[in-house]
């Protein structure tokens, strides 16, 4: 290797480190800023970067007014119900739009398509009213009910399933397996990396979600909605929003952190084929 | 010879599956989706009463209204400000980095695990810490840089101020797109323009962009609607009562606004509506533009 290409390796990881540094800081101050004292935190001069002791009592304090138990499993129940019932009916309807014809599907398809060019921003009123008018508000099926069907997961799956070879639905139907069968048994598994794909996308874009949650429950609330609602209680002690964040983020971060590959080829997947 | 009885019997079952297995996502989708459409243009056209009682029919009334309402105007100029830095710088740095990640190298994966962090992490938690970072009297970046800048409570550069959180947030997902997109181009056309003594810069404007140039327009179109959209960094940021609210607030959080918090739902529909026709004009132009610099093969 010449000495050009050694100093033009450096360089590139120079940058690639500075570039890191930055996308870290947020969160290394994030964790910091939680185990100190409001008197730390807040310290001009001399500026505190590490706190003198690592205080739990900022959790302690959050954990007392924020029930994260519940929240927890709102989050969990909102992602469940949302991935569970998107991948389900997209990959039924993904098989349909991508292996089969039939009269009606070419304009049923043009709806798929329509949806996913419209803001999202312009269902939020219609829904808000149907679930006030279901006397839903509030629960755990008005987090979950926009997310119930995915125009952009029919489209994922119908990819999908139109990059199987043919021959494997004839050998399916001369062994004498009928649509059900062969959808069931041959072709979906088949799709699994997409569902999955999917299933990540799903999740993670149900987890972000702040502005739906907001609007349709004040009770029964995600962590998203509410870390939002508390930041309007405490607007100034930072140790214990800090702290808050932190347990908001912590499932997340660390579920991605195992599954990292999945989780980064689930989401680029998908949004790459949007 | 196909038996004509078999196809026709074969055409039945494809016909009854095929609208069995799309029933569900039709419904819901028709339910959910496509009718809130025409249910949302046609709020428009009303005034919601007070109380949310009884809608009473206006005609073009919050047309006229939204025409004459500079808040609006303000909101979606804010909007362009924000969509103008966020969109170009994300795409620049992503671009940059997916570049420099293209190659064999130590490190690769935890560099990619480090920029695809912000993706996972809560938009509310995000807005939390980069508030603070932000913050006049105590906060990290007033300390390094050694100013006094009133970062998000100064009219005057607050919404970049936001728009640089949207940047940080959204790199490293373009970036995947972008890494994704280069391992499609042949490893052969970098080595020709070795050979012909082409360096890293030129190889990178006459290689990478223009063989590239599919997935950036892709990322840019949907970057740009991403970007017109933008409302969690602004409702979480902003205070209510923050004198650059009136300069950073979005379309979309005056749509909140107005439709949940003002119960007007039926101006609410009436800035959506203009939303949907802005974001269509955009992507549009952006289908004509398309034409002068994506290479498809």
């Given at each position: 290797m010449s000495a050009r290409d050694k100093a033009n390796r450096v360089l590139i990881h120079v940058i690639l480190i500075l570039v890191s540094i930055t996308m870290l800081v947020p969160f290394l101050w994030m964790i910091l800023t939680a185990f100190k004292t409001m008197t730390e935190a807040t310290s001009?001069?001399?500026?505190?970067?590490?706190?003198s002791t690592w205080r739990w009592d900022s959790f302690r304090e959050v954990s007392a007014n924020m029930d994260f138990l519940h929240l927890y499993i709102n989050t969990l129940l909102l992602i469940l119900g949302r991935v569970v019932c998107a991948v389900l009916t997209a990959t039924l309807a993904g098989y349909a739009f991508g292996r089969l014809n039939f009269r009606g599907k070419n304009l049923m398809f043009s709806l798929v398509l329509f949806q996913m060019?419209?803001?999202?921003?312009?269902?939020?009123i219609p829904q808000y009213l149907m679930v006030s008018k279901m006397g839903m508000l509030n629960t755990i099926f008005a987090l979950v009910f926009p997310g119930i069907v995915t125009a952009f997961g029919t489209f994922l799956l119908k990819q999908a399933y139109m990059g199987l070879p043919k021959d494997l639905e004839e050998a399916a139907r001369l062994d004498g397996c009928n649509i059900g069968q062969t959808f069931l048994f041959i072709m979906a598994p088949l799709t699994r990396s997409s569902m999955v794909a999917l299933g990540i996308f799903t999740a993670v874009f149900a987890y972000k979600d702040l502005m739906w949650p907001l609007i349709c429950n004040k009770d029964v609330m995600p962590l998203s909605a509410a870390l939002a609602k508390m930041q309007g209680q405490y607007t100034n002690n930072y140790p214990q929003l800090m702290a808050a964040s932190l347990l908001a983020c912590i499932p997340m971060i660390v579920l991605y952190l195992i599954f990292q590959k999945q989780f980064i080829e689930g989401i680029a997947t998908s949004g790459g084929k949007l | 010879m196909a038996n004509p009885k078999k196809g026709t019997s074969q055409a039945r079952n494809e016909f009854i599956w095929g609208w069995a297995f799309i029933l569900p996502t039709m419904l819901g989708l028709i339910i959910l989706n496509i009718y809130p459409i025409f249910k949302t243009i046609y709020e428009s056209f009303f005034k919601t009463g007070d109380f949310g009682k009884g809608n009473i029919f206006i005609g073009l009334d919050n047309y006229v209204k939204l025409f004459h309402d500079a808040e609006v105007w303000q909101a979606l100029l804010n909007t362009f400000k924000y969509a103008i830095v966020e969109v170009p710088f994300s795409i620049a740095i992503a671009l940059v980095l997916a570049v420099l990640l293209?190659?064999?190298?130590?490190?690769r994966a935890v560099y990619r695990t480090i920029f695809f962090?912000?993706?996972?992490?809560a938009p509310a938690a995000i807005a939390m810490v980069w508030r603070w970072l932000f913050?006049?009297?105590?906060?990290l970046l007033n300390h390094i840089f050694h100013t006094k800048i009133n970062w998000i409570s100064d009219p005057k550069i607050a919404v970049y101020a936001i728009a640089v959180i949207g940047v940080w947030s959204i790199i490293g997902y373009n970036m995947v797109l972008f890494l994704s997109g280069l391992q499609?181009?042949?490893?052969d056309y970098y080595e020709a323009a070795s050979i012909d003594g082409a360096t890293g810069i030129k190889q990178f404007f006459h290689i990478t962009i223009p063989l590239l140039s599919p997935t950036i327009f892709f990322v840019m179109v949907t970057r740009v609607i991403g970007a017109m959209q933008v409302f969690d960094l602004i409702f979480m940021v902003m205070?209510?009562?923050?004198?650059?609210l009136y300069k950073t607030q979005s379309l979309v959080y005056l749509f909140y606004q107005n439709s949940?918090?003002?119960?007007n739902k039926g101006y609410g529909s009436t800035i959506v509506v203009l939303l949907l026709v802005v974001i269509m004009i955009m992507t549009v132009f952006q289908n004509i533009a398309q034409k002068k610099w994506v290479h498809y093969n």
């Open positions: 001009v001069n001399p500026f505190v970067i590490l706190p060019m419209v803001p999202g921003q312009i269902f939020i | 293209n190659r064999k190298m130590k490190g962090l912000p993706m996972v992490a913050n006049s009297e105590f906060g499609e181009i042949p490893r205070d209510r009562n923050s004198p650059a949940f918090v003002q119960n």
